[in-house]
């Protein structure tokens, strides 16, 4: 493992993530026939959350938010020093338990039926990140992130279908349509802010950029796909999150009952169709 | 090995004291003494025994054998009269059948047989033995206020405390006979002393419900005990040794039927899919009970006796299919556990679901999975007995075992409702205990044959666990009305007791690397010659958050200054500070929040009716393999 990377990742993964927000904020206005804001915008917004006033609701609530915020920090830190995948999930359940308790203790209807849908999104999701991480083992012979990075051949060709069921995931982990149930960036899809309501001000700016480490930590997700080519890697990465920023515009949120039934079953027939493949018929 | 005869009678000594005692101050300090002094003495086992292997103790065995013949007899003769008593044709019908087994056995041959080593103590036993004399001792300690104000508040049980606590000693002696046994016979002997145990335990208030509820217990697990003896009976035919570690050594070609007989029983006493309901019907006992019998220690045996089976079992069709009805177990129960609002129920079908991943690492039975295993049993007790207690002690001061009704817990009786926090964290929140065993279960899953099927298992059960466990801790943490804190009114003991467990809950999760070096490398290398672990640089990474978690409360102090506090949003209607507000029609209201169930999605009938269809159809397939592996022949 390689301090240094962490390192690196913790001190630049906001910039990285605050930009594509901004590039994403861009790309939706045009897609919507609007000038949009300018690049920089996240940044601006973030910057003028840190100077409002503290106000709560709980004195619990931002302690649970710095927990999450730090333990998403520490996730995307551990993938990319080329920790083992498998504690990178634990410890990003961990985070968004510590949000979703955030919420919890806000007390407030609107925050508690964001928090049980953020978790109906964590279950949602959980099998098919702990399968790709199987998937990445089986196809391999490793857990740990730099040893998958170093596989010689493109993994894409031995995880198609992880990679289909993890891109169809993806969508939720962002926070995008149809699957952003919990809480979403756009306001026409919200009565009130879902899981985020009580945050506001330093709080909520923990929030968005523990947003913008997780983006940069999903997109290094789907580069271990393409790690072979770091060139063809970053097309892939570019094209993968243009196309969730196309799908976030073209579709409007589901239900959450065929959000969950949905996921699981993809992640059923695609991962086990994958897996067995791979342990069978091919691998190492 | 003096230690492991003072293990085994200094809680029978302490039974009989206790019986002879009327309710007083006296017998609770007795009580208490006798817990410290088996605690004590568990500690000193692993001290003198840990460094020392597998050890084998010689024992006369004659007047013992036939002393605990003629027990086994009276205590078949005991249930046989309650259930003719009480109309209970199943459960008369079965103890019959078992005996009768057990007498053809010891009758026919066991004379015949001469066992060398009696007892004997390894790692796993040590293990087992800590989590009996430690947790089981603080559990005694709880059950002395805990069982006071039970019946001051039922008034309407009869006061049995007297019977009640031989009971419980009886069966903290029964206990490490069962994981000190290299017998079988003796060890189906204490198996039976726990199932005795558990029955009158279940049946203490004598209501309807829990006669019923008991018999249900007794029945399942005699059908397991007949599986048991079966299995000695099948060793008097056929092999003349009924050795656990000869057993074990001989291997799948020897060992096979008894082991797959051995693992039935261990799926019953686990209460495993199909056997399930009884545990459920237990949770009628006082909670010490179910904390004690139901979730740390006796549901234990049975997956201790499935686990110690693992070698036999690893790689063969019978071993396969236990492991299968683990794993089902794992996902149904994890499932029915995100509908159910009794926190008690909550609490056991999560054990269930535990026991589940417990027997899918046996079945598998490779060298990480029996470690895995072990890993799971430890990390399961400390915590599930801490909620367990807990819920206990929020239901006689709050009335009720409702989670909802636990709503706002962390201000009402904030020190109750942290320590129940941790407990939860603990059952599947990196970098706590279960989830440590979790990580190791995935990785011995990965490696085993058939693995994917138990990885789709794992992953979407571990998925639905970590729902209803989040939505729990987020009901404890809400407030949705400032109650008045009631937590004076909790008996200090009991607090102590709590204490303790979230101490050992976080303390044994920072030791985790130490026992598993001290025991379980040992004991698996033992049986496999290999080591299983999770490498240096992950445990450093585990303490490294262990850390951040212990730290970031201290952020706190910062928190707790310079801030607005506002009420929560009401969609603009003017509310209180108690969040009452302003309804239709100028009626105030008051706000209540209410967590998922997904009845619709998992409701208990048709997952539990699902579950015991496809675990059914496991256990004939199990047997059939049997059958194909030449067992037998």
Known sequence: MNVLYAIVFLILAPLAGGLIAGVDRKLT???????????????????KLLEKEHVIVALSQNYFVLAYLVFIAFSGALFFAGGDLLLVVFALTLAHVLLVLGAYSATS?????????????????????????AGFYLATGSFYVNEIAAFPRPLIVLLPGIFVGLFYVLTMKLRKSPFDIATSHHAHQEIVKGVTTEFSGSTLGMVEVAHWYETVFLLGLFWLFFAWSPVIALIAVAILYLAEIFIDNATARVKWGFALRSIWLVTLVLSALNLVVLQYFGGL | MDILLFLLLAPLIAAVVVYALP??????????????????ASVYLLATAFDKGTQLVAFPTEPLGLAMTGLSVLMALFILALGVRYRKPIAVALVLVQTALLLWFELGYAPGMHAEHNLFVDEFSIVMALIIGVIGSAICVYAVPYMRTFQAQHTEVPDRRRMFFFVLFVFLSAMFGIVFSNNLAWLLFFWEVTTLCSFVLIGYTKTTEAIDNSFLAVQLNLLGGIGFAAALLWLGMTQGTIELDKLVGAGAAVALVPATLISFAGLTKSAQLPFSSWLLGAMVAPTPVSALLHSSTMVKAGVYAIVKFAPVLTGTLPGLFVGLVGGVTFLAASAIAVTQSNAKRVLA????????????????????????????????????????????SVEH????RDIEDMAGLVTRMPRVGVMMLIGMAGMYLAPLGMLISKWATLRAFIHAPGGILFLLLIAFGSAVTVFFWAKWMGLV?????????????VPREELTVLGLLAALVVGVSLLFPWISKVLLEPYVFGLYGKIAELGQDNVIIMLLMMGTVLLLPLSLLYFRTGRHRLTPYMGGRPTTADMRFAGSLGIEREMGLHNYYLEDWFGEKRTFRAGVAVTALLIVLMFAGLALAGGFA
């Open chain 1, 29 to 47: 206005a045009r897609m919507q026939g609007r000038v949009g804001p300018p690049v920089l915008q996240p940044f601006y917004d973030v910057g």
């Open chain 1, 109 to 133: 209807p609107y925050s508690f039926i964001g928090a049980e849908r953020e978790l109906i999104q964590l279950m949602a999701y959980e099998p098919m990140v702990i399968l790709a991480a």
């Open chain 2, 397 to 400: 001061q709050v009335h009720s």
């Open chain 2, 477 to 489: 943490i809400a407030r949705p009305n400032r109650g008045e804190n009631i937590e004076s009114r």
């Open chain 2, 349 to 392: 079908y999560s054990t269930v679901a535990n026991l589940g991943l417990v027997v899918a690492c046996a079945g598998i039975g490779t060298y990480e999975a029996v470690w895995a295993a072990i890993l799971l049993i430890i990390f399961h007790a400390v915590a599930k007995s801490l909620l367990f207690l807990g819920v206990g």
């Open chain 2, 23 to 40: 309710n007083h101050p006296v017998r609770d300090w007795l009580v208490r003494l006798a817990a410290v002094v088996i605690a004590g």
